[in-house]
């Protein structure tokens, strides 16, 4: 097949890493892809050296930017593109726009990854009109979308997936050395995600133990100036802002529990990566989640808005280190079950494969 991928983001972000992913699996079973995305963005840089891959400079400005869509049109017919897979808010419009103002011969599909923020009628009807279908990266997210009017059958749901030998990226020594840079010693609680709901775990530091370390990776200390000048926490708290995705993997090692507070997770791709990390993991109950996270089974669910219940579910784990290996045990178990990116590849491949006919 001649698959185009279009994405008005591609910078530092987990929907990155598992479109690149799906690039990669793809091109290596000989489909041709093609990405239109902006040059020099963080994706466009990770396909770059794939073979059987091509890119192209589409900005994507806005849902009106009629050059991106000439643009995609020219890419379509030069490329004999047989089907469209787009991810981003704003491309997913133009490549609809471009379907239909140069009657092009092609299918489309998207990819949601997050919850929909503000679906009026109009647009849900543009939407499923101009897609042969819409992939949902969840159950949980399935539903979000049902409620909010979709139809099941327009729905496909695939949920993302991370290599088998994602770890290979680790070097014990660097982890040793990141664990000497921050002077860490004791337990460490960490949060591997950009800006989300932190706030949930700066809340509920004041029901922990002032000797835990508290690591944010991904966002910086200003993003959260004023709730920290609130709260006033006590135990120790680094914030890394924005690092590389091979850097955060290392963070990752240094924990003993991580966490990711949301209320936006279509999945929690840093869910999946600390389960292979064989670190218990605690999520929101929202959207995709719960997918990954079967609670008290291989990990915790905490409802957000009620710090001292994630507080206590911190503390059981962190306290217990045979909780921690059990959780830890089973998610690592899972994952490697449910969540590995050559499944994902197969039902993307077999899907579009229905589609294009």
Request: aromatic fraction near 10%; glycine fraction near 8%; hydrophobic fraction near 40%.
């Amino acid at each position: 097949m001649k698959i185009l991928f279009t994405t008005c983001q591609g910078g530092v972000a987990g929907s990155t890493h598992s479109i690149y992913y799906l690039i990669r699996g793809l091109s290596q079973k000989g489909h041709e892809i093609h990405l239109a995305c902006g040059k020099g963005a963080l994706l466009w840089n990770l396909v770059s050296g794939l073979g059987n891959v091509y890119c192209h400079d589409v900005p994507f400005d806005s849902y009106l930017d009629f050059g991106s869509v000439r643009s995609i049109v020219r890419v379509i017919k030069k490329h004999q593109i047989e089907l469209i897979n787009a991810q981003g808010g704003k491309d997913r419009n133009l490549t609809i726009l471009a379907k239909w103002a140069f009657a092009l011969d092609v299918k489309i599909v998207f990819t949601r990854r997050q919850r929909p923020r503000n679906e009026p009628w109009i647009k849900r009807w543009f939407h499923t009109t101009g897609t042969s279908g819409i992939v949902m990266v969840s159950e949980g997210l399935k539903d979000i979308f049902l409620k909010k009017g979709y139809r099941e059958a327009h729905l496909k749901v695939i949920f993302n997936g991370v290599p088998r030998d994602l770890l290979l990226q680790v070097s014990k020594e660097r982890v040793e050395g990141l664990r000497g840079v921050h002077g860490l010693v004791g337990k460490t609680i960490c949060c591997v995600s950009r800006k989300k709901l932190q706030g949930e775990l700066i809340e509920a530091l004041k029901y922990l133990p002032e000797d835990y370390n508290i690591l944010f990776v991904g966002i910086a200390q200003e993003d959260f100036a004023l709730l920290l000048a609130r709260e006033r926490p006590k135990q120790r708290i680094i914030f890394t802002g924005v690092v590389s995705h091979e850097l955060a993997l290392h963070y990752l090692q240094l924990a003993d529990v991580n966490i990711l507070p949301s209320h936006m997770d279509g999945f929690g791709l840093a869910l999946v990566e600390a389960m292979l990390c064989r670190v218990a993991v605690i999520g929101s109950r929202f959207g995709g989640i719960p997918d990954i996270i079967q609670d008290g089974v291989n990990g915790f669910l905490f409802n957000n808005r009620e710090p001292e219940d994630l507080a206590m579910k911190i503390q059981r784990l962190v306290e217990s280190q045979t909780l921690r290996k059990r959780f830890a045990d089973k998610a690592f178990k899972d994952a490697t079950q449910k969540f590995l990116v050559e499944r994902t590849v197969l039902e993307y491949e077999a899907y579009f494969r229905r589609l294009v006919g």
